[in-house]
């Protein structure tokens, strides 16, 4: 279309569509795909001005506005906006609205879901109006329409087109092209553009998280998300919130200083930014990840009637073993059985009796070895007086907040009585309320005057227990604390076959890490008492 009629087209007097919205009220719509947009002359303030101005041209009440900052096409659905707007229409359906926007390609930049909104707001007989386009169902008005929002359409498609292939060069040349990592910030250089540089989370808190995990230092995924809450790189939740994310950044080489990006075939290359961490320890995150077995996440709907559902896997393919009751003529039957279709036992049934009746010989078989019974006293003595020391000192720091706090209100009754105004006084007594609940909570209990004997075999007792004879710990447990044992016995999920039964699983990293220091540093073991060391 040339520019002559496209002009004679917007210009359509809007005569015609004075009965259409009349009775009306207007809602605005506005729209940008970047933050910079914001700023120009395209920004959302801008936008709804000049919509506004429009609507008072027509003579209709102007009543709100909604503002996306939605990028690209596709389901307009995915717009926040888009979607408020059209239930904030249907939480009105005794109202008529008129809906105005400034350009044709704010509405919709795809050809399909250009037509399925129009179709959205016409069932809802809510007209629209567009400042750089006059709306006409006629088959010459469709046509045209059709040919804007194709268009709309071949300029969002191309421009995605270029800004990948930009992107991907510049991962090419080993640079991260997207948003900052966590751990990161960007910055420009003069040499380099925009570049990732390691902060001050990514320096004191995320790579000695990473190593620790590497040397195992922390055992489970879950100790270094309670080391990164603990320290304040995550603060929102609680640490097991944190396991998905602390996965990805695992198993990401970008933190080792290379560049990756399989979505766009950008194979693994040295990147331009510095690692956390060397391609060693990376290496060595890797081997650990791949020895702690997939899925160890317990089960939230665990059940009664299947123990063992959720840390079994079929010894024949692998495949995740699943559990299940089953109808026959007079009664019910409990099986354990392979849900993967690939597997030549897929759906045979496996008895729950003997499964779980194979599985308690099994962990009475798993012991630890007697000589390592004193080390695990020493480490338990060593942890105990460690406590000790910290209930001590936290005494000790809430004896002398007790203090301060008490002479603090000795201080404001001064100021009370030598007050002279009533307002100023009740001023000084507010303050006091606060101090004195605080005060309350400080209540002192000397260690000294505490038996910590008993408590303190008690808790041997359980520790060494638990290594020395797990199943008899076990089977005093309810079904959530058996199956947090579970992962402290074994490495991983036990692979079971139906025909040979349970296979040789390896020890927890604890009786690892425990049976390892013997062998390695036996002549070095400092045989300790059954009493705490620090008791005094």
């Not at 939740?237 to 695992?250: A, N, S």
């Amino acid at each position: 279309m040339s520019k002559a009629r496209k002009q004679v087209y917007l210009e359509t007097s809007s005569k015609e569509n004075s009965n259409l919205f009349e009775g009306r009220e207007g809602l605005v719509y506005a729209r940008v795909s970047s933050k910079s947009q914001e700023t120009e002359g395209s920004g959302l303030q801008s936008q709804e001005d000049r919509c506004v101005n429009d609507l008072n041209l027509i003579k209709v009440p102007y009543l709100k506005t909604f503002s996306d900052s939605y990028s690209g096409g596709g389901d307009f659905m995915q717009r926040p906006a888009m979607r408020e707007m059209l239930a904030y229409i249907d939480s009105y359906p005794y109202k008529k609205f008129v809906i105005i926007f400034d350009d044709i390609k704010r509405f919709a930049r795809d050809t399909e879901f250009h037509f399925k909104l129009r179709k959205v707001f016409r069932d809802r007989d809510v007209p629209l109006r567009c400042l750089n386009y006059n709306f006409d169902d006629s088959p010459e008005g469709k046509f045209v329409e059709t040919i804007f929002a194709a268009q709309g359409e071949l300029e969002r498609n191309q421009n995605r087109r270029q800004v990948i292939q930009k992107m991907k060069a510049r991962l090419e040349s080993g640079y991260w092209s997207f948003g900052s990592k966590r751990g990161y910030k960007m910055e420009r250089k003069s040499a380099h553009g925009m570049i990732s540089i390691p902060n001050k989370d990514g320096l004191k808190m995320l790579k000695p998280a990473l190593e620790g995990f590497a040397n195992g230092l922390f055992i489970r995924k879950i100790d270094v998300c309670k080391f990164l809450v603990e320290k304040g790189f995550w603060k929102k939740q609680l640490p097991e919130k944190y396991i998905d994310k602390l996965t990805m950044i695992l198993i990401d080489p970008f933190y080792a200083g290379y560049i990756e990006y399989p979505a766009w075939e950008v194979s693994r290359r040295k990147g331009k930014h510095k690692g956390l961490i060397s391609l060693e320890t990376f290496d060595l995150i890797q081997k650990r990840l791949s020895n702690l077995d997939m899925g160890k996440r317990i089960r939230v709907d665990l059940k009664e009637d299947f123990p063992l559902r959720g840390l079994l896997v079929c010894g024949d393919c692998g495949g995740h073993l699943t559990a299940s009751w089953s109808k026959g003529r007079r009664e019910r039957y409990a099986y354990y059985f392979c849900q993967n279709k690939n597997c030549v036992n897929y759906r045979k049934s496996i008895s729950k009796k003997i499964i779980e009746e194979q599985f308690d010989e099994y962990l009475k078989e798993v012991n630890l070895k007697k000589e390592l019974s004193p080390l695990v006293q020493l480490v338990f003595n060593r942890m105990w007086g460690k406590g000790l020391n910290n209930i001590k000192q936290t005494q000790k720091d809430s004896a002398q907040k007790k203090i301060d706090l008490e002479h603090k209100i000795s201080e404001i009754t001064s100021l009370i009585i030598s007050a002279k105004s009533e307002t100023v006084k009740r001023i000084y007594e507010k303050q006091i309320e606060p101090i004195g609940k605080e005060l309350e909570k400080l209540e002192i209990i000397p260690v000294k005057n505490t038996d910590l004997s008993i408590p303190y075999r008690t808790a041997l007792y359980k520790a060494t227990g638990l290594l020395e004879n797990p199943y008899n710990i076990w089977k005093d447990l309810d079904l959530r604390e058996q199956h947090d044992l579970f992962y402290f016995i074994f490495e991983g999920k036990l692979l079971y076959s139906k025909v040979n039964g349970y296979r040789t699983a390896k020890n927890s990293s604890v009786a690892t890490i425990f049976e390892n220091f013997v062998n390695q540093n036996s002549h070095d073991v400092e045989m300790a008492g059954f009493e705490p060391t620090c008791n005094s």
